[in-house]
Every structure is written in structure tokens, then in C-alpha cells.
């Protein structure tokens, strides 16, 4: 069962918009990641929150967690047509040594 | 270049076909994992390997099993290959702990 649901499940913007995007999960986790894949390419690591941190950063990209609502976002800044993608996020469900993803948010910047 | 290698890149399987998918890692990491991408799944844990010497279940490990020949590298064997099994399989590593994972570049299998 997945653990991480990810809202949208599809997204449409234009450049220089911003993008958000959500996940909910079920159980108590020690972080939630958060992860890019181009088409036909693996997954690559973006974020990474603590479930004791709230908010996160890291260039154009804005994280935040909520416990009490077992939620994620993922705010991504000025967007660019070189950020279509999708994008996961995955939790560990308590575990130190294996992520459950979700099924991700395809998000499509348009020039 | 380090990160993660998987070989082979493409693969058509005939049903009942055994097959051996590969996994190499450069960066010293603890733990290795296998996972089948399907359109619409997500991606689902196959089996996962947390420190060398150690193997476990995941999410969905029917009809597969795995080998941590040593640090480096995580093999996924299918040893009857299934229309089911049709899929993109993914390798990743990470330090183990909670870490970040590092992903190979993908197998994309197709079993007829």
C-alpha cells in the first residue's frame, strides 16, 4: 500500500509561476523526501525534511511538514520550462532503511 | 562517474525466461534497494538490502529474488519471468539511517 499520496496528479503552469504541490501520509515517519524524475530517467533526490523541522529550503524549492496533519508541500519558485518533471514524495514509515513513494504529481511548465 | 549502474538497460523476456538484473553502487553505501515502476503504481518496493550480508522483503517480492554479492553491488533475479513482471525496474542506494537515495537509470522489461 502506498503511504505517501501525492495532490495533484497533474499540474499545468506557465513559466515563472509558481508550482505546489501536496502529500499526505498515513503513519508516523522519522523524515519525508522528496524526489524529481524526468521522463525515461530515474529518480532524483531533491529535499530531504526531519519530522522534527517545519520548513525547509533549498534554492527555488520550499518544503514544509506538517505531523499533525501527516502532510507535505512542495513549493516550487519562478518555475522553469526544465522543471517538468514528476515528482514523488516518500516517507519511511518509521524506518531508518526503506521509502514508500507515492504515485506523483506530473507537473508541466510551459514556456 | 560515481552513482549507481544498472545493466541491462532494455530486456525482452520470453515467458518462463530467467533473467538476472544488475546493480552496482561506487559511493560506499550501506543499503540497496529494487523497485518496479508501473504507469499509475508509483513505485513499489521489491526487496531491500540495509547493510551488506542482509536481505528483506518489500512491498512486492513474489516471484523475484535477490543476491548482495557484496557492498557494491545488488543483483534482482527473476527466475520465471511473467507478463505480471512487465515493468521499469530501478536500483537505488543510500547511506542507510534515514539518507537520501540515489537512483540508477532504470530496466525497462517486457515479457511476452
Known amino acids: 500500500s502506498q503511504q505517501g499520496e501525492e495532490d495533484p496528479q497533474a499540474l499545468s503552469i506557465q513559466e515563472g509561476e509558481n508550482a505546489t504541490m501536496n502529500c499526505s501520509y498515513k503513519?508516523?515517519?522519522?523524515?519525508l523526501q522528496w524526489y524529481r524524475q524526468n521522463s525515461g530517467r530515474g529518480l532524483v533526490h531533491l529535499i530531504l525534511?526531519?519530522?522534527?523541522?517545519r520548513e525547509k529550503h533549498s534554492g527555488r524549492l520550499r518544503v514544509t511538514l506538517d505531523t499533525s496533519k501527516k502532510s507535505s508541500s512542495l513549493l516550487i519558485t519562478a518555475s522553469r520550462a526544465a522543471d517538468t518533471a514528476s515528482y514523488f514524495c516518500a516517507t519511511d514509515g518509521g524506518s531508518n532503511y526503506k521509502l514508500t513513494f507515492g504515485k506523483g504529481t506530473l507537473l508541466t511548465v510551459n514556456p | 562517474n560515481a552513482g549507481v549502474t544498472q545493466t541491462p538497460k532494455f530486456q525482452v523476456l520470453k515467458t518462463g525466461q530467467s533473467m538476472t538484473l544488475q546493480c552496482a553502487q561506487d559511493?560506499?553505501?550501506?543499503?540497496m534497494y529494487w523497485y518496479r515502476q508501473d504507469p499509475g503504481m508509483g513505485l513499489r518496493l521489491i526487496y531491500y538490502?540495509?547493510?551488506?550480508?542482509?536481505?528483506d522483503k518489500g512491498e512486492v517480492p513474489n516471484g523475484y529474488n535477490v543476491s548482495r554479492l557484496n557492498k557494491r553491488e545488488f543483483s534482482l533475479r527473476l527466475e520465471s519471468a511473467a507478463p505480471s513482471q512487465t515493468s521499469v525496474y530501478f536500483c537505488?542506494?543510500?547511506?542507510?539511517?534515514?539518507?537520501?537515495?540515489?537512483f540508477g537509470s532504470g530496466t525497462r522489461l517486457t515479457v511476452v
Open positions: 559511493m560506499n553505501h550501506n543499503s
Open positions: 538490502s540495509a547493510s551488506e550480508g542482509t536481505t
Open positions: 525534511i526531519r519530522s522534527n523541522e
Open positions: 503513519t508516523s515517519i522519522n523524515n
Open positions: 537505488a542506494s543510500s547511506l542507510g539511517q534515514g539518507g537520501g537515495y540515489t
